[in-house]
């Protein structure tokens, strides 16, 4: 037998193969267009910073959802909620994502997103049905191209697979834009639909806000993974992480991962890192599981302020633009308040109108016995 | 008229909806290339291309929750589960989503999903391949739930399944797949909500579905023997419930047993004795009855004959059904 020697086998082996795992594979650090106080940080080859007047557009969008989730999460103390789970802290993650978007694409929303919606446009009455408690959904979701708020974790994830594959398969270039949370990655549905929009490249870009905790549990308790964003390459799905405090790297990144689903690329990944400042509800004591000195560090990455600072530096917004945007919210929330102020009249013969498309024989019964009882109770008052 | 099989039929019913309607898709587990591991969709890739009918990855919450949204892009999907017990990973889809979505969007959005599910037993099958699942699926508001027990009926209902503007579970019986009956399709049979009388009779009724009907015939076959003519009603779709057929020949026969394979506590066939009872009260000349599976998990192979409901069973059940004016021996209190 003869050895080759020792140099020459290592000379003679081919290069290495490129590994195809790397392009999927997220950033190892997190995005950042701005540092915490807002000043820009050094150009981004893959992620332009988006023109000034969306920024500015953001900004607005922004300023009016905080304002809507202080005032939703004032209508829980007055009763006129049934439960608000709060987004504050995260508005940059909310509206970010819908000025992403066209006004043609889906957003699959969970419980979180009220502010998102209201960014989209959605009456915010309407969004808040739900919360109220006068319907499960209370926009039309067909004409608004927003999946009804989902509250089982993670099934929204395969919809938006389904859904984008069902838009792609009839010629239509619509990408759909599921929200979740670090908890709900957990979850076997958020696993499968990734899965599934990566076999059948459905343009979806799943979007992760990981705001540090699922209820009361930390992401410790979620994942040993690096970071949820690498999630995505187990998948062959490519994925991002980004400060989901910097509005302007949001914006950056979910414009890439759009863009990378409507050009037919399949799903894209993007883990954002933020906190939500208020507990999980109205209804949770967030004192039982994290420290205000916690909290406290993540007030100085506000992402409002940050985007202010960032736009005012610029020169793109000033004390007159600032004080415009702050009555149009005040106006928004005073509007909202008034509107939430009555309760809303309910027919309790509506629950049988959407089971079927028509009422099996037994609801109709039941529903003739409701009329009745609701008959009785008229005369009874009257 | 042609001898055919309920699988052919119901091959022939799907490929008939995909060729009258291009929203219709076909997808799951090996239903592709294969034609799925009863055949069921045989031949369909091949004839409608693998964008109509194809493989998907092996996750059922995933094959349910992708046709919803599918399904909300416009599209007819008809989904296959592999067997009764795989369904289950896909139940909160079903329960949650498929069940719901019109409801919660005030008609809005809907579900026009067909979940086809190869179930019961009878065939020796291991292990969680046999359940009779029905009952989950029919304790659902929203969705309705169909099981055919004739080939024409196969083809039918499957057709109006996919035709239908709801949510429908479509529970094909394993054991009958390869049955097979004189049958010209296309056949249209009685719609959705509608049972109907197999077999006439004046002494009792016999209520059954899906699997269960062929025994429940066996049965009124045999009690001719012990001088008992008994009529038979196949429910066909458990929901919508046909209360009225199946009252109307109680209140004939005065006397009723429901047969069914699922195990019967808080079963199928608890509702409708309830039902039954609700309504013929004042005809009823003994309680009403179940033959159901005994209330055990779906035992092994070359156990589940003791667990089937049998003729003997049934022609047991009649024979109790205080033909001589004593009551149950059983319910008499010592
Ligand atoms: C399938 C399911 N299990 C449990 C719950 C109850 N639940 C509601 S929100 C929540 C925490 C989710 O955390 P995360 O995904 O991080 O989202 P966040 O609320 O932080 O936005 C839990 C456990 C649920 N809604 N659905
Ligand atoms: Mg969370």
Redesign the pocket.
Known sequence: MTTTPRAVRRNSRPAAPPDPARPLLPASEQIRLLDPAGAPLPVHPDYPAPPVEVLVELYRRMVLGRRFDLQATALTKQGRLAVY?SARGQEACQVGAILALRDDDWVFP?Y?ESMALTARGIDPVEVLTLLRGDWHCGYDPAVRRTAPQC???ATQCVHAAGLAHGEAYQGRDTVALAF?????TS?GDFHEGVNFAAVFKAPVVYFV?N?Q???SVPLSRQTAAPSLAYKGVGYGVPSEQVDGNDPVAVLAVLNRAVAHARAGHGPFLVEAHTY?MEP?TNADDAARYRDADEVASWQDRDPVVRLETYLRDRGALDDTTVARVAAQAEEYAADLRERMHDKPTVDPLTLFDHVYAEPTPQLVEQRAQVRAELAADQEGAG | MASMTMAKALNTALADAMLDDDRVVVFGEDVGQLGGVFRITDGLAARFGDKRCFDTPLAEAGIVGFAVGLAMSGLRPVVEMQFDAFGYPAFEQIASHVAKLRNRTRGALTAPIVIRIPYAGGIGGVEHHCDSSEAYYAHTPGLKVVTPATVADAYSLLRSAIDDPDPVVFLEPKKLYFASAETQLPARTEPFGRAVVRHQGTDATLVAYGPAVPVALAAAEAAQAEGWNLEVVDVRTIVPFDDDTIAASVRKTGRCVVVHEAQGFAGVGAEIAARVQERCFHSLHAPVLRVAGLDIPYPAPMLEHTHLPSVDRVLDAVARLQWDDQPDERWVAA
């Open positions: 789970p969970t979180r509250t089982p974790l979740l949370g670090d908890g709900a979850e806000q705001n905790y699922a209820i939500r999980h």
